[in-house]
C-alpha cells in the first residue's frame, strides 16, 4: 500500500475489472456503436458520391440542352432565312411572269385588234364596193329608163372608149 | 499573463494576511468547508500541528474502507489469506472498532500482518476504496456505453441524440486521430481495446479529482496492469519484422549485437515502464499540489489564505481536469503506437 509499490490485490482486481470491462463494452457497446458509426458514415460517403454523380450529369444534361436548343435555334433560323428567300424569289418570279402575261396578252389583243381591223377594213371595202354597184347599178337602171339618155350614154361612152 | 495576474493576487493576499492573520480561526474553517472535502482534517488537527505529508499521503494512497470525510467512512470486505489461517472474509469495520486489531490480524498504515508470525506473506485482496472505486467506474463506464449504443441502435441511419451525440465526436477522435494513424490499415481490430482504455483512464482521472473519491489512476497497481495489458499486446501481435528488428537490428556489424540486444530490451520493457510512470506521476503529482494548496489553508488558518488557495486552488483544478483528459489521451496514443509500431509491414531504414 505504499506510494511506489504496486499491491497484489490492487493488481489482481485491476487485472479482472478492467478485463471484464473491456470484453463487456466490446459485446455490448463497442461493437454496435462501431458498426453503426461506420455503416452511417458509408451512407454519407455514397450519399455524397451519389450527389457528385448527380450533380455531373446535371451539369452534362444542361449542356447537352443547351446545345439542343442552340442547334435547334439555328435550324430555326435557317429554315427562316431560306423560306424567306423562297418567298421573295416566289414574288418575284410571280411578278416577272405576270408582267409577261400582260405583255403578251395586250399583244395578242393588239394583234387581234389588227387583224379585225383589215378584215373590218376588207369587209367594209366590199360593203362599200357592193353598195357603189347597188347605187350605180340603181343609178344606171334609172338613168336607162329614159331612151334618148341611153343612147346618150351609149354615144358618150362610145366615144370615150374610141379616144381610149 | 494569467499567470502572473493570479501570482500578484496571491502575493497581495499573503501580506496581508499575515497583518491580519489568526483573527477569526473559526470563520476561516467555514470558508474552507464549503469548498473541500479536508474539513475533517481541519478539524482534527485543528489543535495540534498540521500534518501536511501525512494528510497529502493518506488521499492519494489506497485504504481499506472509504472515508468520505471525517467520520463518515463506509466500511469494505477484507479479503485476506494466508497459508496459516486460509481464506479470510471480515469487514473494515472490525480494524476500525478495535484499534486496528481483529482476531489474528493487525492492521498498522492500511498493512495487514498476522499477530501471530510478523513475517508471515499476507495475500491482501481487499476490496479497498480502490477497489471499489474501479468497481463503479466499471459499472458507470457500462451504463454510459450501452446507453450510447442504444442510442445508435434507436436512431439507425438518423442524426445522433442525447447521451449518443455527447460521446460521438469523443468516440470518432480516438478513432480517427489516435488509433487510425497510429496503428494504421488494420486499426479496426485494436479500437474497442483503445476505447475502453481512453474512457477508463478518463473516467477515474476525473472520479480522482472528485472531493472524497478514491486516487485510483494515481496509483501504480492500476497504471502497471495497464501497461501490461498493452505490453502483452503488442507483443502478442508483433510481426516477425518487430523481431527481427530486436533479435538482429539492420546494418549492425555482428560482434556489436550483444550490445544491441542489451539495448532493445531495455527499449522493449521502457515502453510499459513509461506508460506506467507517466500516467501514475502525472495524477499523483497533480493531486499533491491540488491537496499542497488545501493543506495551507490549515498551515495558516486564514481568511486571505483561503481566498488565495481558493483562487489558485480553482485554477489548478481546471488544469487537473486538462491533466485528465491529455493523460487518457496520451496513454490511448502511445498504446496505439506501440502497437502500430509492432504490427508496421516491413519498410526501407
Known sequence: MELLTPGIGLIAWQLLIFLALFFVLRKFAWKGILSALKSREEEIDSALRMAEETRAEMAKLKSDNEKLIAEARAERDALIKEAKMTSSRMVEEAKSKASQEAGKILEDAREAIAQERITMVDSLRKEVGSLAIDIAEKVIKKELSDKGAQTKLVSELMSEAKLN | ?349
Open chain 2, 1 to 349: 499573463m494569467f499567470k502572473k495576474l493570479l501570482l500578484t493576487v496571491l502575493l497581495s493576499v499573503f501580506s496581508i494576511s499575515f497583518l491580519s492573520a489568526q483573527h477569526d480561526e473559526e470563520a476561516s474553517h467555514e470558508v474552507v468547508s464549503g469548498n473541500e472535502d479536508f474539513v475533517e482534517r481541519h478539524e482534527e488537527h485543528a489543535e495540534e500541528a498540521f500534518d501536511m505529508g501525512g494528510m497529502i499521503m493518506h488521499h492519494i494512497l489506497d485504504e481499506h474502507g472509504w472515508e468520505f470525510a471525517h467520520g463518515f467512512k463506509i466500511p469494505l470486505p477484507i479479503i485476506v489469506y494466508t497459508a496459516q489461517n486460509g481464506l479470510d472474509i471480515f469487514s473494515s469495520a472490525r480494524f476500525d472498532e478495535n484499534n486496528g486489531e481483529y482476531g489474528d490480524y493487525v492492521m498498522h498504515h492500511e498493512k495487514i500482518s498476522l499477530k501471530s508470525d510478523h513475517h508471515a506473506t499476507v495475500w491482501d485482496f481487499s476490496i479497498t476504496k480502490n477497489v471499489a472505486s474501479l468497481l463503479l467506474s466499471a459499472v458507470i463506464l457500462i451504463l454510459i456505453f450501452t446507453a450510447v449504443a442504444k442510442g445508435y441502435k434507436k436512431n439507425a441511419g438518423k442524426a445522433p441524440s442525447g447521451i449518443q451525440s455527447f460521446f460521438e465526436p469523443v468516440i470518432t477522435t480516438i478513432r480517427d486521430e489516435v488509433v487510425k494513424p497510429s496503428i494504421g490499415p488494420k486499426y479496426e481490430a485494436y479500437l474497442p481495446y483503445m476505447l475502453t482504455l481512453f474512457f477508463f483512464i478518463l473516467i477515474n482521472n476525473l472520479i480522482g479529482l472528485t472531493p472524497g473519491a478514491a486516487n485510483l489512476t494515481g496509483n501504480i497497481a492500476v497504471t502497471l496492469v495497464l501497461a501490461l495489458i498493452t505490453f502483452v499486446m503488442v507483443h502478442f501481435k508483433a510481426n516477425k519484422n518487430y523481431w527481427m528488428h530486436i533479435v538482429k537490428p539492420p546494418g549492425v556489424p555482428g560482434w556489436l549485437l550483444p550490445l544491441f540486444w542489451i539495448i532493445e530490451i531495455i527499449g522493449v520493457l521502457m515502453k510499459p515502464a513509461s506508460l506506467t510512470i507517466r500516467l501514475f506521476a502525472n495524477i499523483t503529482g497533480g493531486h499533491i499540489i491540488l491537496l499542497s494548496f488545501i493543506g495551507l489553508v490549515f498551515m495558516f488558518k486564514s481568511y486571505a489564505v483561503g481566498g488565495g488557495v481558493w483562487a489558485i486552488g480553482t485554477f489548478m483544478s481546471l488544469i487537473e481536469i486538462l491533466v485528465a483528459f491529455i493523460q487518457a489521451y496520451i496513454f490511448t496514443l502511445l498504446s496505439s503506437m506501440y502497437i502500430g509500431g509492432a504490427i508496421e509491414e516491413h519498410h526501407d531504414h
